[in-house]
């Protein structure tokens, strides 16, 4: 059965260092989406891309954060200068469509601590 | 996104039926209603959806009040892996506005019992 993974499963950065989370979606999808979720918190939007481009982003997606699908298949969140408060973690998703019948497969998770 | 409400636990034995309700009373017309589940230390995994009629599949079934107002995601018999948070999620993606987010609440924590 086709699923969505994550590289790497536990990230471990300094505060102010860059990190760079990994996806594979779905061969077929077409919409892509990371969510965040803070220990002992719900999970939360940040992103959903299609087209190569970002079609909606929440408020937590600020300039720190950047998408991009470089070759195909993966598809990766950049935090450019990591905070505290960026500890979480973050889960990667897809669909083949983004319609309100469409169903969205979820990766594993990578866990970021930043220290 | 509409907002649901749901308990915020429940319990159950194992191989008995369990009924999650999730109360969504401004529903609208178009709004699907959606059922995850985040089993521990992993991401969500979708469960089920319906739109009024009641739905079933091999994981659970679904059944939507007539109103649309209310609905029950049905476990048949529970058992130790079921144990998770259950999220009830109205998903509405007409006129544009919304690329398919989700939008979590804090769900219901399902305990079983062996």
């Known amino acids: 059965e086709p699923e969505v993974t994550q590289t790497p499963s536990h990230q471990v950065t300094q505060m102010g260092q860059e990190v760079i989370l990994r996806c594979v979606p779905i061969s077929n999808h077409l919409y892509f989406y990371w969510y965040r979720q803070i220990l002992g918190q719900k999970v939360e939007f940040l992103v959903s891309f299609y087209n190569n481009e970002i079609s909606e982003k929440s408020e937590i997606f600020d300039d720190q954060f950047s998408v991009e699908r470089p070759d195909g298949s993966n598809f990766t969140l950049k935090i450019r200068s990591t905070k505290l408060e960026d500890s979480a973690m973050y889960f990667c998703?897809?669909?083949?469509?983004?319609?309100?019948?469409?169903?969205?497969?979820f990766g594993p998770g990578t866990r970021l601590t930043v220290l | 996104d509409a907002k649901t409400t749901q308990p915020n636990s429940m319990e159950s034995n194992e191989e008995e039926p369990v009924h999650l309700p999730c109360n969504h009373s401004?529903?609208?017309?178009?709004?699907?209603i959606h059922w995850y589940r985040q089993l521990p230390s992993q991401g969500p995994e979708y469960v089920i959806h319906g739109l009024t009629s009641n739905v079933n599949n091999r994981m659970a079934s679904l059944a939507i009040a007539e109103d649309r107002k209310s609905s029950t995601l049905i476990l048949h018999r529970a058992t130790l892996r079921d144990a998770a948070v259950y999220y009830c999620i109205l998903r509405d993606v007409t006129g544009g506005t919304s690329y398919g987010k989700l939008t979590f609440g804090q769900g219901t924590i399902l305990t079983v019992h062996p």
């Open positions: 998703a897809s669909s083949f469509l983004a319609s309100s019948y469409n169903e969205q497969f």
């Open positions: 401004t529903i609208s017309g178009t709004d699907y």
